[in-house]
């Protein structure tokens, strides 16, 4: 297990909470990971990446991180941990662990620790600990906005508030203090001498804020948004909490450590930024190996849009020399089969807060397709868990069982992020669908629906989702070498060549599309109408 495994590897994002539950309890579990590892095996990835499974309050689903280097009760013991890590390394599955560096949990003991001590104390030192504006410090120190809604800062007993751009159970470490930096390293080392093969690093840009703190000018108050990629025009300087040049400096520090280990270790960034070239700069050789491409992720549905930035990302990346990644969903994001199926076919923050109609007959097609795509294309591909099964966003959930921060801290309208959370179908007629032992109450409830979309329904099923995945995952190690060149093409198709004179056709439409003379049809998302490629639908194909 020696080879560059992250310039080309498949890799699968487990969610612990809502992946499979082992006892019962309703929420997700190492059990439950530990007893799937043979379907991911199936499947045919090569690499896991788990959310966060650290002990936690669970304020923020585990991304409130108490601490780094245990596990939470809810999902198991760190034996476990070490189990899981052996038991897929004997499958050949890798593993990645998220890492959740810009803030910790307001349980952290050293956050605990300097509620307690003075303003001005070293433990203040380690978070963003100011004295607020106003007659009486009254007023928040600055004008930033927590990415949940509302302001960046909580006042604590003495007067004195802290930073947390996230919910306030999750204070910002301050990067500036050289505690935090061998803390980190320590708990690289933990994970790396258990054997991890990579770290996901949760909202890579954020960690070194500029120290005088400035305000931002904005439009209105309200839910600050995450810049989107596709919209947002690139600013010409990053915003005082982001992307700061000190944060590469942090990076080329882990990536001597990850350089150390005698495996190959990689890390991954979770990156939001809009302009591909300041991005890229997160990637440079002496820093994170890959970076989600939310790019890609964010795409209308449409060939020249598709286009534009598979040529961006692969130009970009080349100049420093990284492997590009290609994301179609995560756990933050609306599920892109009901994406594919709305109007608006673009991810947007804004798309993400609300219901909006979508036809999921068309948003499987398109999604199928898609993932002819991604898997396709040169570089890492990510599966979201659920979906290999075509899973939809769950729109409807009672607004009582909603447990994302950003439903409460929006005030109430922002549904958030549980629509894509919800815990996966295994088998069965009827929830848990195998989720977990029977009698099994999810922690968010399954739609009845799904009993069409469990994966043992699916895995007896060769037109299902779960076949397309697992064929294309098959199939993909023929094409892992990084060659890629675009090929003549109607207007709406987008083709392009790997190696050894394998193709792959995708039609946006309007028209069904001719193949290349002479080729073979490897695998194809949908059936084939007449010798051609009908809209919505994707193939790759052997060249004669
Ligand atoms: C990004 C994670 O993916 C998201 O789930 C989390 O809420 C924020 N970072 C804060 O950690």
Known sequence: MSDKWWRHAAIYQIYPRSFADGDG??????????????????????????????????????????????????????????????????????????????????????????????????????????????????????????????????????????LHMFDPEQPDWNWENPRVHE????????????????????????????????????????????????????PKKPEPWRDQEGVHEIYREWRKIADSYPHEVAFVGELWDPDPIRFTRYLRPDELHTGFNFAFLSCAWDADAFRAVIDETLTTHAIVGAPPTWVLSNHDVNRHVTRYGRSDTRHTWELTKESHPADLALGTRRARAAALLSLGLPGCAYVYQ???????????????????????????????????????????????????????????????????????????????????YREALARRPEQRGEAFAWRPSQPGVLAFER?????????????????????????ASGPLTGGSLPVDTAAWVRLP
Request: negative net charge; proline residues 12%; charged residues 25%.
């Open 183 to 234: 803390d980190f390293a320590a708990t690289l080392r933990f994970w790396l001498d258990r054997g991890v093969d990579g770290f996901r690093v949760d909202v890579a840009d954020n960690l070194v804020k500029d120290p005088a703190l400035p305000d931002v000018p904005r439009p209105a108050a309200g839910v600050a948004q995450l810049p989107d990629p596709t919209d947002a025009p690139v």
């Open 499 to 523: 190696e050894a004179g394998l193709a792959c056709l995708v039609n946006f439409g309007p028209d069904p599309a001719d193949l290349p003379p002479g080729s073979t049809v490897v695998l």
């Open 386 to 468: 659920g979906e290999e099964l075509g899973l939809p966003e769950v729109q409807d959930l009672p607004e009582e069982l909603l447990a994302d921060p950003r439903w409460k801290r929006s005030g109430h309208t922002d549904r958030g992020r549980d629509g894509c959370r919800v815990p996966l179908p295994w088998s069965g007629e009827e929830p848990p669908f195998g989720f977990g032992p029977p009698g099994t109450k999810p922690w968010l409830p399954q739609p009845a629906s799904w009993r069409a979309l469990t994966a043992q329904a699916e895995a007896e099923d060769p037109e299902s989702m779960l076949s397309l």
């Open 25 to 162: 309890d309703g929420i997700g579990d190492l059990a439950g990971i530990r007893s799937k590892l043979a379907y991911l095996r199936d499947l045919g990835i090569e690499a896991l990446w788990l959310s966060p499974w650290y002990v936690s309050p669970m304020a923020d689903a585990g991304y409130d991180v108490a601490d780094y280097r245990d596990i939470d009760p809810v999902f198991g013991t760190l034996a476990e941990a070490e189990e899981l890590i052996a038991e897929a390394h004997a499958y050949g599955i890798r593993v990645i662990v998220d890492l959740v560096p810009n803030h910790c949990s307001s349980a952290h003991p050293w956050f605990q620790a300097a509620l307690k001590a003075r303003p001005g104390s070293p433990d203040r030192d380690l978070f963003w600990f100011r004295p607020g504006r106003g007659e009486h410090g009254e007023l928040p120190p600055n004008d930033w906005m927590s990415n949940f809604g509302g302001p960046a800062w909580t006042r604590v007993a003495d007067g004195e508030w802290y």
